[in-house]
């Protein structure tokens, strides 16, 4: 059976980060630069578990590294929308250009 070459996990997980980039730099509404941010994050995810399987000295370290940064990805996704809810509560928007709390 063929095996993927790690060359195909390199080149998804950076289609994903750009993608992501692209999304964070770019778009206005908070929620979606949250979900670029997760998006980024997976990319790096799969490296790790590209890595770990392909490298050098293939081990399991780079896929247990890979779930603790699910875990924290999940705890940041899980805050982000907390601060998200907040603001929209105080503001009544989720665009990242209305969100001045200076001027009020």
């Not at 095996?3 to 908070?30: D, E, H, Q």
């Not at 809810?85 to 709390?101: A, P």
């Amino acid at each position: 059976m063929n095996s993927v070459p790690v060359s195909a996990y390199l080149a998804l997980a950076l289609i994903l980060f750009c993608i992501g980039l692209y999304g964070a730099l770019t778009k206005r509404n908070t929620v979606i630069v949250l979900i670029s941010i997760e998006l980024m994050l997976n990319s790096v995810n799969i490296n790790l578990v590209a890595f770990s399987k392909f490298g050098v000295a293939p081990s399991i370290y780079g896929q247990v590294f890979a779930l603790f940064s699910m875990a924290v990805a999940a705890a940041e996704a899980a805050v982000g929308l907390a601060i998200l809810f907040s603001l929209y509560r105080n503001s009544k928007t989720v665009m990242i250009d209305e969100m001045n709390k200076l001027k009020d």
